[in-house]
């Protein structure tokens, strides 16, 4: 028997001198250029100071629609955006046509003024004019375009220049054999206006009058532009079914776009390249208090959806373009490496956007293998990226035995590169040496035993 243990002991340091009884990975715990350190509440703050900024995913992601340029049904698709991620830098200007208002052309709602002489059979036969003259009061333009003077009858005065709207005048005068001499002004301009709404001071419906408006008298008569995120800021300008847009950063630096003349029936939006969604429903909202007549109502909403449905075509491409790359690993990522006694050795995808701990890392792969792991023996190996420490490698050991201290693991921040090793229990390095050796013991005790 003694024989026989003898030729066991032997075999088993044979084994061993060859390299063949289990060796179990570890970390040491001086030298070799890695210096191990306890993972508390205190040292983790030390541990994540080292910089790193999460990847950001591309800002079509977060916006509700991307770029693409002003068209009606019908016309050509503005372009995609396909893979190029969007940035504060790639807001696009996309400014609306030169445009010039041209002379006010009286609507319904406005109040014209009609001042006569005042005395002689004018008055006598006038007298609601010079009453109207008299108390500031004078004639709204009715919803068929006229206006209804005493003794006159109606006059029909919509669509017409201050100029033309006299010269209507004139001639119904005269042919009431009413002395004509008389002035006409625009007391009150009511049928001509331009919106503003979204991330301004005051929400403002502003007429349009004689003079132009500009989109910086717009803007400022609303209280200016009050969005916090100028990087992101647009002013988006809807007009006749198309949708234009000029970063808050080109409007600041370029006079030209402050000055833009805004025509009657504009709707002005501020907002940011990711709120489509509430300005297309300001938009819509204004289309609707418009009054624009059904038919005409109904075009309009339909070109303003054909136009936020093409630019959310574009986003859709966008992120499935994206998508595909992902799919296709041909996005840089970052990676953090598990190893040991995990469940399953493996590399963790560190997210876009925001920081990961490790116990994230730990469990997004099933955790460690609670059967052969010594939850005692975790350690976040981190390269040091100093080039005066090459190969100089920081353990930060978690010692889970306590499970209170895994609360610790929720707080360390994970850095590309990263790698999570977890060392085996004892038993385990036990039970694998044995599982190697014990084949061998065997085949040399039956060679003794026949002999």
């Known amino acids: 028997m003694f024989f026989v243990r003898s030729l066991i002991g032997l075999a088993c340091l044979a084994l061993a001198g060859c390299g063949v009884v289990y060796t179990p990975q570890g970390v040491p715990r001086d030298g070799a250029g890695v210096r191990v350190l306890p993972l508390t509440a205190e040292s983790v703050l030390a ?67 009609l001042a006569t002489r005042t005395g002689g059979t004018t008055v006598e036969e006038l007298s609601g004019l010079l009453a109207a003259q008299s108390g500031r009061q004078g004639y709204t333009v009715q919803d068929d375009g006229a206006i209804a003077i005493p003794d006159i009858g109606r006059v029909q005065v919509a669509s017409l220049t201050l100029e033309a709207a006299e010269d209507a005048l004139f001639q119904a005068l005269v042919a009431n054999n009413v002395d004509p001499t008389f002035s006409l002004e625009v007391a009150e301009f009511n049928s001509k206006r331009v919106t503003v709404g979204g991330q301004v001071g005051t929400p403002a419906i502003l007429p349009v009058t004689l003079t132009r408006l500009t989109l910086e008298e717009a803007l400022a008569a609303a209280g200016g532009v009050a969005t916090g995120n100028l990087d992101y800021a647009l002013i988006r300008l809807y007009r006749d079914g198309r949708l234009y847009q000029i970063p808050v950063e080109d409007y600041l630096s370029r006079p030209d776009l402050q000055k833009t003349p805004l025509l009657a029936g504009d709707s002005v939006y501020v907002g940011d390249e990711f709120d489509l969604a509430r300005a297309q429903a300001y938009f819509a909202e204004q289309i609707e208090i418009a009054g624009i007549r059904a038919g005409n109502r109904a075009q309009a909403l339909a070109e303003l959806d054909a136009e936020v449905g093409r630019r959310r075509g574009a986003l859709d491409e966008a992120r499935g373009n994206f998508n595909a790359r992902i799919a296709l690993d041909a996005v840089d990522r970052d990676y953090v490496y598990l190893t040991g006694e995990v469940a399953q050795p493996s590399r963790f995808l560190l997210p876009f956007g925001r920081q990961a701990s490790l116990a994230d890392a730990l469990l997004d792969n099933g955790g460690f293998d609670i059967e052969t792991a010594n939850p005692g023996q975790i350690y976040v190996l981190r390269a040091s990226n100093d080039a005066r420490e090459l190969g100089a490698v920081t353990a930060w050991w978690l010692d889970a035995g306590n499970a209170a201290n895994f609360t610790v693991a929720t707080r360390m921040e994970m850095r590309p590169g990263d790698v999570i090793f977890i060392a085996a229990q004892p038993i385990t390095t036990w039970n694998r040496s044995i599982s190697q050796v014990l084949p061998q013991i065997i085949t040399v005790g039956g060679a003794v035993s026949g002999n």
């Not at 790193?52 to 800002?59: C, D, E, G, H, K």
């Not at 693409?68 to 830098?89: K, T």
Request: avoid cysteine.
């Open 47 to 113: 541990a994540n100071r080292a910089p790193y900024v999460p990847r950001a995913l591309p800002a079509v992601f977060d916006a509700v629609s991307g770029g693409g340029g002003p068209v009606s049904p019908g016309g050509p698709v503005p372009p995609q955006l396909l893979d190029r991620p969007v940035r504060p830098g790639d807001l696009a200007l996309i400014a609306p046509p030169a445009a010039t208002p041209g002379p006010y052309l009286i609507g319904v709602g406005d109040v014209l003024l």
